[in-house]
């Protein structure tokens, strides 16, 4: 093209802008004509126009697309769309459900039973469905599904859910039917990996949400709660903890890290292991009465004297149910929290049919912790995608609204628990490791190792004290070298190896429980922990 004809085209942009301007300013109404308008002056400023103003400016929008616009466009599409927009609008957690794209019948089967769920959880940022948990004791935990990556495909087919909802029916299927899921991963480096994975539609129902206990030295029993999902963790945590009683506990780690919460009757449930009845778990406020709320312990094991000390750990995947749990033992000085800032999410919400089949699923309320502080984090001018990407993020607690624990302490609110001992960002995983479990070697290499090894292998609190034999380390280097991986050599990478492989070898056989075990015994955060136990005594005054 000469620079003549750029010359001129840029000019016939320029005249269209201009007719387009001139056309916006010729139909905007003066104020002095019109007493009103959006954009009317006053004293103090632009005047916010009125609701009936809005509707107008909807329905002129509306009337231009379907005027000028050069395609044929549904009427019914844009105002869904419109719809949807006003309910991400108004938080990161809304959403709708278009009965246009909902499944009636697999809906029905789904809630019926007939159907069961992939057991991953996702949460959409920027529209698209990113991964945020992976069901405990589910064989989809053994198939490296990490959080933070995003589902693309599913059977092939791209994804076309815009809600958790929606893709919970569209991937549903008869129980143990796999699906095969395709995910985009970025790694520590930056590049991104395709990653195909299949994931048996499973429900966790029939495990424990309390998957393991076992005792970290003589005195430091450890107990694991990794959802409140299910209507008896109250009742399967009250067991563990007299298990380890009878083994000699006089205190407790209590690990609710990438626990992603659920039923706030079960924390209240929880939280009566260790306080007294009647006790404030929290508070719920909303715009209606009905949302108004306090939660208190009815079910309390306090007089059975466990008042050892505690210690709780959290991370920036411990949301809901479980931060409720965290903040009440903080706000009664009941445990001490060590770890990192939690997600900050402690919504009510309810779904609201509309006339067309949709239904929008709506923040209804907020909860508080007993002493006032509000979990939720500041989502008002924050985009969708860095509230996600900044769950748990080290902030410090300047300007942070503050309240104060029964026994006098400062504690932190504004978005999430602050832990009283706080961690620093867990390491990178380096990238030979990342992609040896994006090419899924270690689980394709376990089988071999089980069946060669099948009577050495008793017990996951046994498998966790020994070390795993050199031969074993180097059989799955030659496995991984023959499907052409690059494991650096050194003291360092065999150490990471080691763990990667126990950690494998512990979850084929055992499943979460193995997993938990073998983990405590490199686990740096349990360590900090223990090493945490004189300040949280001081809090019990034992």
Request: with cysteine.
């Amino acid at each position: 093209m000469t620079l003549d004809r750029v010359a001129r085209t840029i000019g016939r942009v320029q005249v269209a802008a201009g007719l387009l301007l001139g056309a916006s300013v010729a139909v905007v109404p003066s104020v002095s004509a019109q007493g009103g308008g959006a954009q009317q002056q006053t004293g103090s400023g632009v005047r916010k126009p009125t609701a009936y103003e809005n509707m107008q400016m909807f329905s002129q929008v509306l009337n231009q697309i379907r005027v000028n616009h050069p395609d044929s466009l549904e009427t019914y599409d844009l105002f869904l769309a419109a719809v949807a927009g006003l309910v991400q609008a108004a938080d990161p957690h809304s959403y709708v459900i278009p009965a246009i794209r909902l499944d009636a019948n697999k809906e029905a089967a789904l809630r019926a039973g007939r159907l069961v769920p992939v057991p991953v959880e996702f949460a959409y940022i920027d529209g698209a469905p990113v991964v945020v948990g992976v069901a405990p004791g589910t064989a989809a935990r053994l198939l490296d599904i990490l959080p933070g990556d995003e589902l693309t495909h599913a059977d092939g087919r791209p994804v076309v859910a815009e809600s958790p909802m929606e893709l919970l029916v569209a991937l549903a299927g008869p129980r143990n039917a796999a699906i095969p899921l395709t995910f985009m991963r970025r790694r520590a480096d930056g590049s991104r990996a395709v990653l195909v994975r299949e994931v048996k539609r499973e429900r966790a129902e029939g495990e424990s949400a309390v998957p393991t206990v076992f005792m970290l030295d003589a005195v430091t029993g450890y107990a694991r709660i990794t959802s409140f999902m299910s209507d008896r963790v109250a009742d399967d945590l009250h067991g563990a903890l007299q298990s380890l009683e009878r083994q000699g506990m006089s205190r407790l780690v209590l690990d609710l890290r990438d626990n992603g919460g659920g039923s706030v009757d079960e924390a209240a449930s929880v939280a009566g292991e260790f306080l007294p009845k009647g006790t404030v778990v929290y508070t719920a406020t909303g715009r209606k009465a009905d949302m108004i709320d306090t939660g208190r312990v009815k079910r309390s094991f306090w007089k059975s004297e466990r008042r050892y000390p505690i210690v709780v750990l959290v991370n920036e995947g411990t949301a809901s149910a479980s931060e409720l749990v965290a903040g009440a033992l903080q706000d009664h000085d009941r445990a001490l929290i060590v770890g990192r800032t939690s997600f900050g999410k402690a919504l009510m919400m309810r779904g609201f049919p509309m006339t067309d089949g949709s239904v929008i699923v709506l923040v209804v309320g907020h909860i508080q912790t007993p002493c006032g502080r509000v979990v939720q984090r500041q989502y008002r001018g924050v985009a969708r995608r860095a509230y996600f990407r900044d769950a748990g993020e080290v902030r410090d607690t300047i300007g942070r609204p503050s309240c104060r624990t029964t026994g006098g302490r400062t504690v932190y609110g504004g978005g999430g628990i602050v832990p009283d001992v706080l961690l620093g960002a867990r390491p990178d995983v380096p990238l030979w490791v990342a992609r040896l479990m994006e090419d899924a070697l270690p689980l394709k290499w376990v089988g071999g190792y089980l069946e060669r090894n099948a009577a050495a292998l008793t017990t996951p609190d046994r498998f966790a004290a020994e070390t795993l034999p050199a031969a074993a380390l180097a059989d799955f280097r030659r496995f991984a070298e023959a499907q052409s991986a690059i494991i650096p050599a050194g003291d360092a990478a065999e150490e990471v190896l080691r763990t990667l492989l126990m950690r494998t070898i512990a979850g084929a056989k055992w499943g979460d429980r193995g997993v938990y075990r073998v983990m405590a015994r490199s686990d740096a955060e349990i360590a900090a922990a223990i090493a945490a136990f004189d300040r949280a005594a001081s809090l019990t005054g034992n």
